[in-house]
């Protein structure tokens, strides 16, 4: 993998990561933009002692273009785009609309590819390793920010997921504060840890996973199970079989088979629902540790937690989604009308012949 970081006119940061070691990179941004200004604020919620990240400029983001408009897609002649040059393998840039910026964190985008009628799914594995190199590298660089507590990679797909651009990418939040969700994670592996004398959570629920009935696919290095009480109608997480806190924890051997494992998981998910239905709409969402502090979660460390994904959709059955209404929206209490156990025998349904 080759490196190659340069600015956009505006200022912003993008950085090329490319499969060629002799690629160069030296196209410049040509359009006369203006430098970016961000109103992104934190501001926490004494109720229910979380944060909530206002960002009114995001109001002016780009929304649906034509695939002739598209500002992932390479730059070429006079149509310009956020990537200067006129082709790439994946490309990572400061998003222009960012819900978290300066001390408040910082958002990036990720371009899976160039090509802007491909998928995650649609991707080899060598494009789909070079991802993966790139969502590590960002983890690095982004925890030795002074306001970075916590890196978050993810994958939102499809419009009913709310996607306003259709490129296949994805996005990095680099939070200044651990997450409530990831907050929630340390505090039941601390209780669990105290309770059973220093056993972990994860490795636990992990080992009693790979034991049932609701594994979609198993490799020598990964795990894919639908959890026991799953909150989405089709929802598989994905553990590295080997604990690590986060990206940069996994050894040659889990790095090497995850674009086989992943991208399998993927393609059985556009075949849920049957082969003439239209792409299946997710999030895909890597758990990593905090980089921050962790004195309010009593005996743990970064060791503790389990790196994971975790892929979800939001569509219940052909033609329908899956709503957060009432009780998930106000009370955040889910409730699923997919059966776990029968989710995971879909998802062997439709495996790779």
């Given at each position: 993998?080759?490196?190659?970081?340069?600015?956009?006119?505006?200022?912003?940061?993008?950085?090329?990561?490319?499969?060629?070691?002799?690629?160069?990179?030296?196209?410049?941004d040509?359009?006369?933009?203006?430098?970016?200004?961000?109103?992104?604020?934190?501001?926490?919620?004494?109720?229910?002692?979380?944060?909530?990240?206002?960002?009114?400029?995001?109001?002016g983001?780009?929304?649906?273009?034509?695939?002739?408009?598209c500002?992932?897609?390479p730059?070429?002649?006079?149509?310009?785009?956020?990537?200067?040059?006129?082709?790439?393998?994946?490309?990572?840039?400061?998003?222009?609309?960012?819900?978290?910026?300066?001390?408040?964190?910082?958002c990036?985008?990720?371009?899976?590819?160039?090509?802007?009628?491909?998928?995650?799914?649609?991707?080899?594995?060598?494009?789909?390793?070079?991802?993966?190199?790139a969502?590590?590298?960002?983890?690095?660089?982004?925890?030795?920010?002074?306001?970075?507590?916590q890196?978050?990679?993810?994958?939102?797909?499809?419009?009913?997921?709310g996607?306003?651009?259709?490129?296949?990418?994805?996005?990095?939040?680099?939070?200044?504060?651990?997450?409530?969700?990831?907050?929630?994670?340390?505090?039941?592996?601390?209780?669990?840890?105290?309770?059973?004398?220093?056993?972990?959570?994860?490795?636990?629920?992990?080992?009693?996973?790979?034991?049932?009935?609701?594994?979609?696919?198993?490799?020598?290095?990964?795990?894919?199970?639908?959890?026991?009480?799953?909150?989405?109608p089709?929802?598989?997480?994905?553990?590295?079989?080997?604990?690590?806190?986060?990206?940069?924890?996994?050894d040659?051997?889990a790095?090497?088979?995850?674009?086989?494992?992943?991208?399998?998981?993927?393609?059985?998910?556009?075949?849920?629902?049957?082969?003439?239905?239209?792409?299946?709409?997710?999030?895909?969402?890597?758990?990593?540790?905090?980089?921050?502090?962790?004195?309010?979660?009593?005996?743990?460390?970064?060791?503790?937690?389990?790196?994971?994904?975790?892929l979800?959709?939001?569509?219940r059955?052909?033609?329908?989604?899956?709503?957060?209404?009432?009780?998930?929206s106000?009370?955040?209490?889910?409730?699923?009308?997919?059966?776990?156990?029968?989710?995971?025998?879909?998802?062997?349904?439709?495996?790779?012949?």
């Open positions: 993998m080759k490196k190659t970081s340069t600015r956009l006119a505006d200022g912003r940061e993008l950085i090329y990561y490319d499969l060629a070691d002799d690629t160069v990179r030296d196209a410049v040509r359009r006369p933009l203006d430098a970016t200004v961000t109103t992104s604020e934190i501001r926490r919620d004494e109720l229910l002692g979380d944060s909530v990240a206002i960002a009114s400029h995001r109001q983001r780009t929304y649906h273009p034509p695939a002739d408009e500002p992932l897609c730059s070429e002649g006079d149509r310009l785009s956020e990537i200067p040059d006129s082709s790439y393998d994946v490309v990572v840039f400061e998003n222009r609309f960012p819900s978290l910026a300066g001390d408040s964190g910082r990036e985008v990720v371009c899976f590819t160039s090509d802007h009628n491909a998928s995650f799914a649609s991707l080899g594995e060598r494009q789909a390793r070079l991802v993966l190199d969502w590590t590298d960002r983890t690095s660089e982004l925890s030795h920010l002074p306001s970075v507590e890196v978050f990679c993810f994958e939102n797909r499809g419009a009913e997921i996607v306003t651009l259709q490129h296949p990418h994805g996005q990095i939040y680099a939070y200044p504060f651990t997450t409530p969700r990831t907050a929630l994670m340390l505090r039941q592996v601390a209780a669990h840890k105290e309770a059973t004398g220093g056993e972990n959570l994860f490795d636990a629920v992990v080992e009693r996973e790979r034991a049932g009935e609701r594994v979609v696919l198993e490799g020598e290095h990964w795990v894919a199970f639908v959890p026991y009480a799953a909150h989405w089709y929802e598989v997480h994905l553990y590295p079989k080997r604990r690590v806190p986060d990206l940069l924890g996994l040659e051997a790095r090497a088979e995850f674009p086989r494992v992943y991208l399998e998981l993927l393609r059985r998910f556009d075949r849920i629902f049957g082969e003439n239905e239209p792409p299946t709409p997710y999030i895909a969402a890597w758990h990593q540790a905090p980089f921050g502090p962790l004195d309010d979660f009593d005996g743990v460390t970064r060791d503790d937690f389990a790196l994971h994904l975790e979800f959709t939001i569509r059955t052909s033609g329908k989604l899956k709503f957060l209404a009432g009780s998930e106000g009370m955040n209490v889910f409730i699923n009308d997919v059966p776990p156990e029968r989710a995971a025998e879909r998802l062997r349904e439709v495996a790779s012949s």
